[in-house]
């Protein structure tokens, strides 16, 4: 199946830095891309949507100014968390998907996120 | 919207027992279903999954699952279980034009030996 990848698997940050989280699909080319938080012993949330080349989508509840997504090209998309609190800490997961029916999403590792 | 309920938070089954996980869905069209497993600290594993056609899928390590539409279910089973399933088990349903996936709150599985 599809490779999507995730860098880096975990990291620890400072209250108030900004951390960015990647994602790259490794041999297909993702039109979209989906990232997701999970906390501890919980299911995941999606955060939003981005579309290779336009702002990405986001869920409700998501403050965009804090959850900064850039989908530059077709293999790589960022999250980057702004002023990152302790509240921020959290199972980061990342899915890429060809756009058309019948395709589904391949899901990254996820990145464990704490701030400390 | 589309939703997702599985109704067991929690599920002990002996080793070498069977096993079925309940998974309900809720979407207007014909979904994208899936069902993935989660170790502890590790992301996840797609076990089946169900576009169209045959409602019985097979999965990889010997899980299956069934679409039943006039239920709304998903329900995954194993007919022997090992104790190396002992893990998070999530049901999805996934939007066919977006993508996007919806998630059940998982059921935890734990093998007794």
């Known amino acids: 199946g599809a490779v999507v990848s995730q860098h880096p698997s975990w990291v620890i940050c400072k209250s108030g830095t900004s951390v960015k989280i990647e994602c790259r699909s490794l041999?297909?080319?993702?039109?979209?891309m989906f990232w997701y938080r999970q906390f501890p012993k919980q299911s995941l949330m999606l955060m939003a949507t981005?579309?290779?080349?336009?702002?990405?989508?986001?869920e409700q509840g998501v403050e965009k100014d804090k959850f900064l997504i850039n989908h530059a090209s077709l293999t790589l998309s960022t999250l980057t968390v702004t002023s990152a609190h302790p509240e921020d800490s959290s199972f980061y997961i990342c899915?890429?998907?060809?756009?058309?029916?019948?395709?589904?999403?391949?899901f990254g590792q996820g990145t464990r996120l704490t701030v400390v | 919207a589309q939703s997702v309920t599985q109704p067991d938070i929690h599920i002990t089954v002996s080793e070498g027992a069977s096993l079925e996980l309940r998974c309900n869905y809720s979407?207007?069209?014909?979904?994208?279903l899936f069902w993935y497993v989660q170790s502890p600290g590790q992301g996840l594993q797609l076990l089946l999954k169900?576009?169209?056609?045959?409602?019985l899928v097979q999965g990889i390590k010997g899980f299956e699952a069934e679409f039943k539409r006039s239920q709304s279910s998903f329900n995954l089973r194993k007919p022997s279980v090992h104790w190396s399933d002992a893990a998070e088990y999530f049901c999805?349903?996934?939007?066919?034009?977006?993508?996007?996936?919806?998630f059940g709150d998982g059921t935890t599985l734990t093998v007794k030996p």
């Open positions: 979407y207007g069209a014909t979904p994208y």
């Open positions: 169900y576009f169209s056609g045959d409602t």
């Open positions: 041999d297909f080319q993702a039109t979209t």
């Open positions: 999805a349903v996934a939007n066919t034009n977006a993508g996007k996936s919806t």
């Open positions: 899915s890429a998907r060809v756009t058309g029916y019948n395709t589904e999403a391949f």
């Open positions: 981005s579309n290779e080349g336009s702002k990405a989508t986001y």
